[in-house]
Nanobody, 127 residues
Framework: QVQLVESGGGLVQAGGSLRLSCAAS????????AGWFRQAPGKEREFVAA????????YYADSVKGRFTISRSSAGNTVYLQMNSLKPEDTAVYYC????????????????????WGQGTQVTVSS
């Protein structure tokens, strides 16, 4: 089992920045691919960013490309989402997800591909 705990959410003004963290316990998270998803009130969960187990491959939703950066710690057991130039439409609960990769550079933007999920952290961007 892998347990995921997100942190770093909060209230920020438009144009500001936040860094979300996803800390893992249990099995070796460093060998798992990971992703960030978000869900705004009244909307479906949507993909934000993903990273391979090695950190060598990343993948972003078009809506955050150039503003958000996904990375993982050198030990591989924490995944980060650096969010810059935040917009009110980025307001959502952000979830971390993980799974054992299908290949070395495997990443996915499909929530159905991920097995483990955190409880989420709220990000609110005011205009």
């Amino acid at each position: 089992q892998v347990q995921l705990v997100e942190s770093g959410g909060g209230l920020v003004q438009a144009g500001g920045s936040l860094r979300l963290s996803c800390a893992a316990s249990g099995r070796t998270f460093s060998s798992y691919a990971a992703g960030w998803f978000r869900q705004a009130p009244g909307k479906e969960r949507e993909f934000v960013a993903a990273i391979s187990w090695s950190g060598g491959s990343t993948y972003y939703a078009d809506s955050v490309k150039g503003r958000f950066t996904i990375s993982r710690s050198s030990a591989g057991n924490t995944v980060y989402l650096q969010m810059n130039s935040l917009k009110p439409e980025d307001t959502a609960v952000y979830y971390c997800a993980a799974r054992a990769p299908l290949s070395t550079g495997w990443v996915s933007g499909s929530s159905n591909e991920y097995r483990y999920w955190g409880q989420g952290t709220q990000v609110t961007v005011s205009s």
